[in-house]
């Protein structure tokens, strides 16, 4: 059984930093990709940032300068550093991340809530 799990969610100011953290545990062979979406009540999931095993990273526009991946390979999880927040980035931060056990499949954690106060 593989679970994601999040933290480092909570309420900031305007310009203030957060830093949240997604483990992965459970009977892992590897995890090839991992990933940040944010969702706000009655819009799409959006990617916010992504990065590969090796280390290849992917932000969205609206996060670049201000948002860092990162990811620890030998525990199994990612990062991502907040600086600069604004009240737009309010919103549940979810970790998503294709893991191989058996199989390769795409799990889900179950988020943590960004309130940026303006």
């Known amino acids: 059984q593989v679970q994601l799990v999040e933290s480092g969610g909570g309420l900031v100011q305007t310009g203030g930093s957060l830093r949240l953290s997604c483990a992965a545990s459970g009977s892992i062979r590897g995890i090839n990709y991992m990933a940040w979406y944010r969702q706000v009540p009655g819009k799409q999931r959006d990617l916010v940032a992504s990065?590969?095993?090796?280390?290849?990273?992917v932000y969205a526009d609206s996060v670049k300068g201000r948002f860092t991946i990162s990811r620890d390979n030998a525990k199994n999880t990612v990062y991502l550093q907040m600086n600069s927040l604004k009240p737009e980035d309010t919103a549940l931060y979810c970790c998503n991340a294709l893991i191989a056990t058996f199989t390769s499949k795409n799990y889900w954690g179950q988020g943590t809530q960004v309130t940026v106060s303006s």
């Open positions: 990065i590969t095993s090796g280390g290849t990273t």
